[in-house]
């Protein structure tokens, strides 16, 4: 009875004393610190399983640490915020920079706080603080180019159709498209079968109003989605589908479809993510190809302003796991990544540097570079300006599959929008 | 000792009646072990369903408070639920169809114990024992515009043959549905062989000397004496295919347009953006209706075995 009665306090002390270290937050541990015996675990996407990989077993190799990446199925973010519900936490993971992406995971309750960390100040001040941040502590850190919107096209393509020069805006880019059409070459793709990929066009049409500030009269409540800026936006991506500008099998596109339509012409201009440079690269082949194909343009009713949109694969937040041991090393492992482990990283990823003391790896093609000059000429789409970002891929593609009016259309993302603000808890909703 | 005597001591002998012959053999205390995992796995998470349906628990905070029937009301403001309870129910009627018809005909075609057919039974319940998500991506690939189905088609009607299996907003939900049907028909033909071995030889004999042709033979007799396999195959696909996910999640993701998109896709669509209290009650819902179904389906269905 007495050995039982010892053999619980002991076991109960031990459980009770690491709990009492975690109290208080570690400060930033130096990058190649020995971490023999510690075990960190990363989620990650299954289609970005390679971004990781490289540094991750550069850190393992020069720390002893080991990192176990944990694949998450597909849409990604729903399946980690329901671990998260269920208590399940871990230690790094890829998540949405973007202010409305750090609140729907509660930021201020699962995340380290990233200020003070070793890389800020190696970072482009133009790109520091503009994602990654709530309030005025930093929770994400930015391992790449923010995902930017615009209109990649077909070199070949536009030369066949006569295009001599690059529209600057809405009404060219129509013109062209027209021009396109006549020549035999389907002007747009898009991938109702996906989904995802419909916003793009009606987001780049908002372009302007991003600019003007209307995301902020949304999130206050003077605009909202049923108000005519949105739903002409709406009309006109309709009346594009209409005209016969879109490819005739747009209800069964699929992203992989799109890539490779644009790739062998078969389609003139696409309106996507930088995530689909990555995308053409790998079909194409080398660099080289892909410059001597695709070109690339912003656009918005008038001018070429780029759309930027990060995702989940832009960034990398650090969990509050209450075990003070692993919160340190997780730390260590990021600034590892934005530090000593930066170009290498950038090198194995053809990734644009983010540092300006750090150069960008030779290998990457012209046509990234180009998309990320964007950047200097952009605003935040829905997902960074706006509060919350109702479904509106799935509005637009029930719309072009004729299920949904245009008003219907902007009545479920007001009607979506003032449900997902008011579990925010957001003032005035 | 007469006869008499023998009786009253009968009488008086210590009656053990049944129930507590069950007791000592069979003690209450018996039960505890599968009662406590019923309860932790089951009672539980009902109960907790019901509880967070009327809070505002989502990702966005870490307090979880009381709200009333405010959940509900917006639910069935917004029109989408109602839209798609009656596609789920759309859904698990046309399964319920199907995977009967495919069963029974399987079952009646496969009643004798030869070889051959032992070997088509078990294959055919192969697709049971399948992870619907894998057969939702077969499908999905079988069916693509110029996939293997429609090659086929091509091939025999010597032009391109395009059907739009899965991008039709009329058919498409009759597409999953017979998908689903496929899935479990080895289930139902199972059930209706076991319902088909249990009817008595001599009644079917007695009719055959009577003159009764195969078919009549089905439908005046057998198919009657079928009827608790029916009472079991119509209620659990019709209400196991109420809370289908998989198969049209792997398909059609719930599109075109919305046309397949059954209760629970909305309910994890809801829960992906991180609305968890509102995905909560969407699926009380669910179970509601279930139960609504339930409840006189399956005392119709025993009515009839009992009047059968």
Known sequence: MLSTLVALTLIGSTVVAPASHSAQAPAWPSQTAKLKGVTLTMWCAAASLAIPKSVISSFERVTGAKIKVVTIPDPYESPVLAKIATGDKPDVAFWSPTKSGLTSINAKANLLSLNGAPWISSVDPALRDVFGLLGTTRYAALIGTPNLVGMFYNKEAFAKAGITTLPKNFTQMTAAAVKLKAAGITPFYDAAKDAWPTQFMVQSLLGDAAKSGWYQKLNSREAKFTDPTFINAVTTYKALIDQGLYNSDIKSGTFAAQTTALLKGDVAMVNQGSFLGPALLAEAGDAATLDAKIGYFGISPTSNLTLSLPGQTDAIVAFKTGNAKREAATKQFLAYWMGQGYAAFLDDRSYISLQPKVPSPSTVPKLFIQVASGLKNSVGAIQSQALATPDIHVYLSNMINGTMTIEEVAQAMQTQFEQLAKAQGAKGF | ?308
């Open chain 2, 1 to 308: 000792m007469n006869a008499g005597a023998k009786v009253k001591l009968l009488l008086k002998r210590p009656r053990i009646n049944a129930a507590s012959k069950a007791h000592s053999t069979h003690p209450i205390w018996f039960i505890v072990p599968a009662f406590f995992f019923l309860i932790i796995f089951f009672i539980v998470p009902t109960v907790l369903n019901f509880v967070y349906s009327f809070t505002d628990w989502s990702s966005f905070k870490t307090e979880v408070n009381f709200s009333g029937f405010s959940n509900f009301t917006q639910l069935f403001s917004s029109g989408n639920l109602v839209a798609d309870l009656r596609i789920t129910i759309l859904y698990a009627v046309l399964v319920a169809v199907f995977q009967n018809l495919f069963g029974f005909a399987l079952a009646l075609l496969l009643e004798r114990d030869t070889l051959l057919n032992r070997i088509a039974r078990a294959s055919f319940f192969i697709p049971v024992i399948m992870s619907a998500l894998a057969v939702g991506y077969v499908f999905q690939a079988v069916l693509e515009p110029k996939g293997p189905v429609n090659s086929i088609f091509s091939f025999f009607a010597g032009r391109p043959v395009e059907i739009p299996w899965l991008y039709s907003t009329t058919w498409t939900i009759v597409v999953v549905s017979v998908i689903h049907a496929w899935k479990w028909m080895g289930l139902a033909m199972l059930i209706f062989l076991a319902g088909l071995k249990t009817i008595d030889s001599e009644v079917l004999e007695a009719a055959r000397i009577d003159g009764a042709s195969w078919f009549q033979t089905l439908r005046t007799i057998r198919f009657p004496l079928l009827a608790p396999a029916i009472t079991f195959n119509v209620a659990t696909s019709l209400l196991g295919s109420m809370n289908s996910f998989d198969i049209v999640q792997a398909t059609t993701q719930g599109g075109p347009g919305g046309t397949t998109e059954l209760l629970n896709i909305y309910i994890v669509r809801a829960f992906g953006q991180g609305l968890f209290a509102q995905a909560t009650a969407m699926s009380l819902v669910l179970l509601v209706m279930v139960m609504v179904l339930a409840f006189p389906l399956i005392w119709s269905l025993r009515k009839r075995e009992q009047i059968l």
